[in-house]
Each structure stands twice: as C-alpha cells, then as structure tokens.
C-alpha cells in the first residue's frame, strides 16, 4: 500500500547539538535518563510510510507503530493538510457547555461504528485519561441509580492501563506504582489470559478461558457485588506481552458482569482503530461492552485524543433533570485533533485497511512463527498486527530469565541491539521478557520478512551472548 509522504529531505540536523540539548533539559518519558549521560540521545526526525529515520539519517522500520499509534505509516500528507485547514479556521474551543462541529461529527461517526447502544463520546487528549473518564462515570452511574456503594474495580495482572492516579491503581504492574503510592483505593486484580504460563488447565485453551474468567467473577464475590462498579480489560492485553482471549472467554465475562451488575469496560487504546482488523476490538471477539476506551489509532498519532465511549443505558442518568457529569478536559476533543480523526478515518475506508490486517494477520503470524526454531523463543502470540515474543532461558522448562539476566538481556543488549540492526521495537520485561511488535497497517510480506531477519540475528546473538 502506497501513502504520499510529507517533504522534509531538505532538513538537516545538528546531531550532537541535538543530543545535548535533550540530556540537558528534554526529560524522557519512562527512560533511564543515565543512560545518556555518555551516550548520545537516539533522535527520531522524520518517518515515510512504515519507516522512521533519525538525526544521522539512518533508516529503521517502525515496528511498534511509535507506540501502538501510527496505524496508516508515516507522512501522510493529508492529515497534516487536515491539521492545517481546521488550524486556520477554528484552532480551538473548549467542550464546557458548548460545541464545535468536528467535535460533533466525530462523535457521531465513532458512535454510528461502535457495537450495541455505545451511542455516548467522551472526548479526553489520550488512553489514560480516557481510563480515568471510565472509572469515574462507572462511580457516579451507580450513585444516580441508588447503588453508592458500588465503587471498585477488577482488572488483570500484570495489564498497563494508564499513569493517571485512577487509571494507575486500575494497572496490574507493581513497579510502575511503587513510587506513588497510596493510589486511589479500590482497584483489585485477577488472572489475566496468558494461557503459555497457565496455572490452570495448561492442556486445554477453553477451559483455561473459562477460569480465568471465572476469576474475575471470584474477585467480585469476594469484594462484595454490592461494592464493585466495573471490570476493566483490555481485548489483547498489552503489558506481560499479548495476551490473547482464550474462545469463549468475553462472552463468559459478559455473563459475569451482567449477573453482578458490574460495567464491564473494554479498554482498547491499542486495539482500537485497525490494530487487530476491526474498528473496535469488542466486534472480533463478540462482545458488547458497557464502556471503550481508546485513543492512539484514532488519529494515528497526527495530533492527541482519547474517548470514553458509554452505552445509552449507563449515560441516561447524567442527562436527566440537574445531574451532570463534573468531569472534563481543557483539550478533550480539541477541533484539530477531531478533524485529522475524521481524515483517519477517511483513509481506513479508503483504502480498507481493516480487511488488509484480517487478510495479512495469517502471513504475519507464520512469519514470525518462524522464530519458534530460535532456543531463546519459548512462545509467539497475540492477534491482527498486534504480537509479542517470549523469551527464555529453557524451551521445554519454560524457565525464564532471573532480574538480574533480564536486565542484561533486554536494557544491555536487545533494546539497543534491534535498533541498530534497523527495528524499532519494544523489548519489555513488565512479566516475563518479551519482544513486542505492532507495525503500521499499511505494511505486508515483505516489512515481515525485514522485521523476522532483524530478530532471528539478533536473538541469535542474544543466545550465544548468554
């Protein structure tokens, strides 16, 4: 697939300057900023379909679609054009008590694609604060409907759902919490899916499905029904490396959640938007959930924002009588993020990237089962271009990595090692170390082919390193 890419060969860049300057005063997000202390700063300067290059104008294929974002490649021409025309006419209003249109018809196209009676936009400026949106509408929901003491959440262990103080107590990540706790109380977890390491029935994928959702249900009962407002849970859990639903496993859920009165919330701010070949992630695995969250895909990263998605049944309190939802964000549908949204949009219809990510996912997958031959590879998993590889020290144990071995392996060696063979990816150890992948939707046989040769060197390196 063909994108028309936006000119910026004529720019140069001072490169060391570049890098002073970002260890001086440019703090990174989620970075050993030591790291860099003697080292220079990786500056990422333009990206062209599904390639990103950097101040030395080394080219790198964008295998983690910047972070789970850049769903139709980079430059594209059209988004920016987009940006450029809604700049120049409304640059900006707020949503408090009044409305502007492309906030307007971007809620109308997002309700008229989500599933069931999700007929309700919230617009925020990214994922997290879309979580955050969600789990405060499911509180207030329940005090105007005369249950006040339904509050808690139950979401997965291990699964990442923000770093807003709400949307951080719903994470299942220990490490990324210590630091600020006490969080919002009131956040409880449960198994997630991953069926390489079940505890339970490890020979059989639906039963495992089935008690794992079950856990959940479990989780409820013991905090009381009468307490919990929602279960939050991502369609393929991101963090610990995709994890994918087991068959049956959402309709399982849906059931549980009904039987307790708990809004069951389908947080796809990765899934959303084509990552796994649908709009919505919920319409793959067949489900209807009460609340989506998303952000990323939407605009594809050309400019920031989120959504909560809400049902009519959970939004008909707040717009009755004096109720409102006190609630809300300077930026939440900014009129130039929602016009480069309905651009976005615009090209996944165009060019119908959703049926390309159905039709590919097989090759994509037997690409990269390919790496299964590898001694290090003990699992390959996940769904559409949305896939994680496990690493490990012992195929039949599955013995995986200690800290220590992990450390060396992922932040000495792996992380640096793909880039500089030309992937951008994600080598992550929030569980058991894996190598993440989620490529542009625009990419076919032949960017799979790069990105499993950049692997298979470099995890056979890793392994003889080991």
Known sequence: MTTTPIDTSAATFDSEKLSAAAREHLWMHFTRMSAYQDAPVPTIVRGEGARIFDSFGRSYIDGLSGLFVVQVGHGRQELAEAAYRQASELAFFPLWSYAHPQAIELADRLADLAPGDLNKVFFTTGGGEAVETAWKAAKQYF??????MKHKVISRSIAYHGTPQGALSITGIPDAKKWFEPLVPGAH???????YRAPEHGDDIEAFGRWAADDIGRAIEMEGPDTVAAVFVEPVQNSGGCFPPPPG????????????????????VICAFGRLGTTFACDKFGYVPDIITCAKGMTSGYSPI???????RVAEPFYSGSDYFP???TFGGHPVSAAVAMANLDIFDREGLNQHVLQNEPAFRATLDKLRDLPIVGDVRGDG???GIELVKDKTTKETFDDDESERLL????????FEAGLYCRADDRGDPVVQLAPPLIVGQSEFDEIEQILRSVLTEAWSRL
Do not use: M, W
């Open 143 to 148: 005090k105007l409907v005369g249950k006040p």
């Open 189 to 195: 977890k449960a198994a997630n899916t991953n069926f």
């Open 249 to 268: 496993y959402f309709q399982r859920l849906r059931e549980i959640c009904d039987r307790h009165d708990v809004l069951l919330v389908s947080d796809e």
């Open 306 to 312: 989120g959504a909560a998605i809400v049902s009519d």
């Open 327 to 329: 609630h809300g964000y």
């Open 385 to 387: 271009y949305f896939y």
């Open 411 to 418: 932040r000495g060696f792996l992380s640096k090692a793909l």
